[in-house]
């Protein structure tokens, strides 16, 4: 079975701070995604990953960033958290056009 | 502007008959679409898919159906049982990007 794990299933930070969230694969996928999940929005795509070191801009990434520096690890950065983005963040991989499986998200407040 | 539409918020079906989720899109570039399930405090599940050469795919109790030129699909459950209660996510992509999602149905399978 696929396991994608994201370091933190809850976290509060306040806003200003520069906010890490953690998102690991077991499965060898080239692809990561990274998504947060609104009431009444459903799932819109922050930034992508085809590969080591690449990253490409989703549906909204403005105030976010993302690092890849190992294939199975893929981490969304909040440069400067604000109460708008709090949020449930879902991490997803994926073989090249397989369905994306997902981790079980960090529900993040920003206070 | 959405792309992928789910204009069912919740639908309520007895127990053991069928349940029936419909989405529409917009993207005639989308070429791969799938559904996920999901339960609250947990990442959405994948259930399904089917790609555009295809109209219909099965895979036990669950049938997806595809009508390109009503840019169409829909997801049938049947016989319906009470652990399909859960929130029932449509997606839809091109190549290898991040999928687009509806918001949401939730479906509620009543005793």
């Known amino acids: 079975d696929v396991k994608v794990t994201q370091s933190s299933r809850y976290l509060v930070k306040r806003t200003g701070e520069k906010v890490f969230l953690e998102c690991v694969q077991d499965?060898?996928?080239?692809?990561m995604f990274w998504y947060r999940q609104d009431p009444g929005l459903g799932l819109r795509l922050i930034y992508f990953?085809?590969?080591?070191?690449?990253?490409e801009k989703g549906d909204i990434p403005e105030g976010y960033s993302v690092s890849r520096e190992k294939k199975e690890r893929f981490s969304l950065i909040l440069e400067s958290a604000s109460t708008n983005q709090t949020s449930m963040y879902l991490c997803?991989?994926?073989?090249?056009?397989?369905?994306?499986?997902f981790g079980d998200g960090t529900r993040l407040s920003i206070l | 502007d959405q792309q992928v539409k789910q204009n069912s918020p919740s639908l309520s079906v007895q127990e053991g008959r069928i349940s029936i989720l419909n989405c529409d899109y917009t993207?005639?570039?989308?070429?791969?679409f799938l559904w996920y399930k999901k339960y609250p405090a947990e990442g959405p599940t994948f259930l399904i898919s089917i790609s555009s050469i295809k109209d219909k795919n099965e895979d036990g109790r669950f049938t997806v159906f595809l009508n390109k030129s009503a840019k169409h699909l829909s997801l049938h459950i049947v016989p319906s049982q009470p652990g399909d209660s859960a929130v029932y996510f449509c997606a839809a992509g091109g190549g290898a990007d991040g999928l687009t999602f509806g918001k949401g149905t939730h479906l509620i399978i009543q005793p």
């Open positions: 499965m060898d996928h080239e692809n």
């Open positions: 993207n005639s570039m989308f070429d791969y």
């Open positions: 997803a991989s994926s073989f090249a056009l397989g369905p994306q499986h």
């Open positions: 990953s085809y590969d080591v070191k690449m990253k």
